[in-house]
């Protein structure tokens, strides 16, 4: 079956780092999404990979290696507005995400 | 980027009465559309995927008949909630693929509609 493992919570300190794991398996591979949902609203797209490797926008990094069905999400420099859902999704060989159930990050002063 | 709107934005509906969610592209045409609902602390729940034209292809476990999906154009997905008891309360989210321009199948999501159900 197809399936995505991440932690349900983390908490982190402003101004710290923090890498949220995501475990995939998938029926094909054609990419693994990370969003960022915050209370009450929808999902907005932070990364995508489909390459073993690490991709790095700003303060957030996605790291994929697609031999271990793995990546993570790397926060830089947290800020108190980072404090959201991060949800990992895989798309499978029909083009269709497959959803993680969201890791809750908490940053506190 | 793409923009995807929903409307509403919440509803407060009695128990027997029918919801329709209106989701829009607004700036790209969107061939393929996605509903999902989530339930509080819980992650995205697929409902059904919406081709323009065609019929939806509903998830295991989603009622056809109990969530009618519409899309009637390259910009418009409605869904439907006929007859709604209190346990279809949740939020429910739309998402559009810019398959056009983008080079990944990024699906768009609206901001969501919050339903209740008294």
């Known amino acids: 079956g197809q399936n995505i493992d991440q932690p349900t919570e983390m908490t982190a300190t402003e101004g710290a780092i923090v890498q949220i794991n995501c475990t995939y398996q998938t029926s094909g591979f054609n990419g693994l999404f990370w969003y960022q949902q915050h209370a009450g609203e929808a999902p907005t797209f932070l990364s995508y990979?489909?390459l073993d490797g690490l991709e790095e926008k700003g303060r957030f990094s996605s790291f994929l290696s697609r031999s271990k069905g793995y990546s993570y999400l790397l926060l830089k420099e947290l800020q108190m507005k980072d404090s959201a859902s991060y949800l990992c999704?895989?798309?499978?060989?029909?083009?269709?995400?497959?959803w993680g159930a969201g890791t809750k990050l908490i940053i506190k002063p | 980027g793409a923009v995807v709107s929903q409307h509403p934005s919440r509803v407060i509906c009695k128990s027997g009465t029918s919801v329709k969610i209106e989701c829009r592209s607004l700036d790209f045409q969107a061939t393929t559309m996605f509903w999902y609902r989530q339930f509080p602390k819980q992650s995205l729940m697929l409902m059904a995927t919406?081709?323009?034209?065609?019929?939806?292809?509903?998830e295991q476990g989603v009622e056809k008949d109990k969530f009618l999906i519409n899309h009637a154009s390259l910009t418009l997905s409605t869904l439907t909630v006929t007859s709604a008891h209190p346990e279809d309360s949740s939020f429910y989210i739309c998402s559009a693929d810019d398959s056009g321009t983008s080079d990944y199948n990024e699906q768009f999501f609206g901001p969501g509609t919050r339903l209740t159900v008294l």
């Open positions: 919406s081709n323009e034209g065609s019929k939806a292809t509903y």
């Open positions: 999704a895989g798309m499978d060989s029909n083009y269709q995400l497959i």
């Open positions: 990979n489909v």
